[in-house]
C-alpha cells in the first residue's frame, strides 16, 4: 500500500480565499462611489424641487448645482414641480407642491 501525501493542499483553498477577497474588494470600491452619488443626486432632486415649485426653472437649476448636479429636465405641474437631477451617472427624480397661506394681518394662530 502507497501512501500519499496531502502536503500542499491547503495552498489552492488559500488562493482561492484570496482571489475571491480581492474580487470583493474592487467591487465595494467600484459601488461605493455610486452610491454616493445616489444620495447626493436625492438631495440635489429634493433641494431643485422645492425651489423650482417657489422660483420656477432657474431656482431649480441653480440649487441643484449648489448641490453637485445638473437639471436634466423640469416640468411644472398644476400646483407644483418635478425635476430630474445627475449626479455622474445617477440621476434622481422629486416633485414638489407650492402652497401659499395667507393670514390676515393682526390675526394670531
Request: a negative charge.
Given at each position: 500500500?502507497?501512501?500519499t501525501?496531502?502536503?500542499?493542499?491547503?495552498?489552492?483553498?488559500?488562493l482561492?480565499?484570496v482571489?475571491?477577497?480581492?474580487?470583493?474588494?474592487?467591487f465595494?470600491?467600484r459601488?461605493?462611489?455610486?452610491?454616493?452619488?445616489a444620495?447626493?443626486a436625492?438631495t440635489?432632486?429634493?433641494?431643485?424641487?422645492?425651489a423650482?415649485?417657489?422660483?420656477?426653472?432657474?431656482g431649480?437649476?441653480?440649487?441643484?448645482?449648489?448641490?453637485?448636479g445638473?437639471l436634466v429636465?423640469?416640468?411644472?405641474r398644476?400646483?407644483?414641480?418635478e425635476?430630474v437631477?445627475?449626479?455622474?451617472?445617477?440621476?434622481?427624480?422629486?416633485e414638489a407642491?407650492?402652497?401659499?397661506?395667507?393670514?390676515h394681518?393682526?390675526e394670531?394662530?
Open positions: 500500500m502507497q501512501m501525501s496531502e502536503r500542499g493542499q491547503a495552498v489552492p483553498w488559500l482561492l480565499i482571489l475571491v477577497a480581492m474580487g470583493l474588494v474592487a465595494a470600491a459601488l461605493g462611489p455610486t452610491v454616493d452619488d444620495a447626493q436625492r440635489a432632486a429634493d433641494a431643485a424641487a422645492l423650482g415649485a417657489v422660483e420656477g426653472r432657474a431649480a437649476a441653480d440649487l441643484a448645482a449648489a448641490n453637485g445638473s429636465a423640469f416640468h411644472r398644476p400646483g407644483g414641480v425635476v437631477v445627475q449626479v455622474g451617472d445617477v440621476r434622481a427624480r422629486a407642491v407650492a402652497v401659499s397661506s395667507w393670514q394681518v393682526g394670531t394662530d
